[in-house]
């Protein structure tokens, strides 16, 4: 099986983010260890293939394979032309916020407590990181917000918004949650499970399972077997750099789409890569 993948080259802010293949031995560590690990839809090249031919045809063939029930999907909420995150930078108050919403259906409060726990981990990075834009030191915010989709405003251009679903099962037993771009779907019964449900949202968020030995949340375990959930800074630089550059996403990975606008600005046009640089904040 072959899972595209990140891998990050170079050191400097101008680096460009490559994707390279390898082989997984996702089966057969599942095997040994006993426990799921939540990448398994995208460990499986031909269910990949699979999904991303059948996504977009959902509607006109329903029946075309068991996973279609992502024809429920309800993407038709998202702006297609949309961005499923973005980074705001305001230049005024020398801030960047990565911001996006989730989506509940109105009257699931399992999912809506579920998502807001999921959001609630990244959120509590605010602060913990800065980026020096040019000259000057912006600090790095989380808003990731959770509403239900009688909130969705139609009218505004720069929604950002993803859809955030529990199921009661997946195909794959040792799938406890996927995402599909800007749909999360978290097993009901990890519902308060935080590694599960933010690991997710990161791939919302653009990030695929690292490799290079890199711990973390965005294992492809959640970092159950290292020990390691936490969000690390190579993961708030790829999300800060996929949304400055989504063309270094990899098409072959449906992790979320990002973009970038300034404060006061409406549009989430791309535009030129400035000369910037994470760095972690010490905190008194
Ligand atoms: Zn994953």
């Not at 996504?55 to 992502?70: G, H, T, V």
């Not at 409060?109 to 807001?116: F, G, H, L, N």
């Not at 294992?219 to 390691?228: A, F, Y």
């Not at 990002?258 to 905190?283: A, C, F």
Request: with cysteine; glycine share 8%; charged share 25%.
């Amino acid at each position: 099986m072959n899972c595209p993948t990140i891998k990050k080259k170079g050191v400097s802010r101008m680096q460009t983010i490559r994707f390279y293949p390898f082989v997984s031995t996702g089966k057969e560590k599942d095997e040994e260890t006993g426990y799921g690990y939540f990448g398994a839809r995208y460990m499986d090249h031909e269910l990949m293939t699979m999904w991303l031919s059948v996504d977009p045809m959902a509607d006109k063939y329903p029946s075309i394979s068991p996973y279609a029930y992502c024809a429920w999907n309800p993407v038709k909420l998202v702006d297609p032309d949309g961005r499923d995150w973005v980074v705001v930078f305001d230049h005024k108050n020398k801030t960047v916020t990565i911001e996006a919403k989730y989506v509940v259906k109105k009257g699931d409060e399992d999912a809506k407590k579920s998502a807001e726990n999921a959001v609630s981990v990244w959120n509590s990075l605010s602060g913990e990181y800065g980026l020096k834009v040019g000259k000057d030191n912006y600090i790095v915010n989380f808003d990731l917000s959770v509403i239900d989709d009688s909130e969705v405003d139609a009218s505004n251009s720069d929604r950002n918004l993803n859809t955030y679903r529990l199921k009661s099962s997946f195909s794959n037993p040792n799938v406890r949650g996927e995402t599909n771009r800007n749909s999360i779907y978290v097993l009901a019964s990890d519902k308060d499970d935080f590694v599960v449900s933010s690991h997710e949202v990161g791939h919302s968020l653009g990030l695929i399972h690292p490799i290079g030995g890199q711990k973390g949340l965005m294992e492809e375990d959640g970092g159950m077997k290292s020990g390691h959930h936490e969000i690390t800074t190579d993961n708030v630089r790829n999300i800060i750099d996929l949304a400055l550059h989504p063309n270094n996403r990899d098409p072959n990975w449906h992790s979320g789409v990002g973009g970038y606008r300034e404060k006061g600005t409406s549009s989430v046009d791309i535009l030129k890569p400035l000369n910037i640089n994470l760095y972690k904040r010490n905190k008194k």
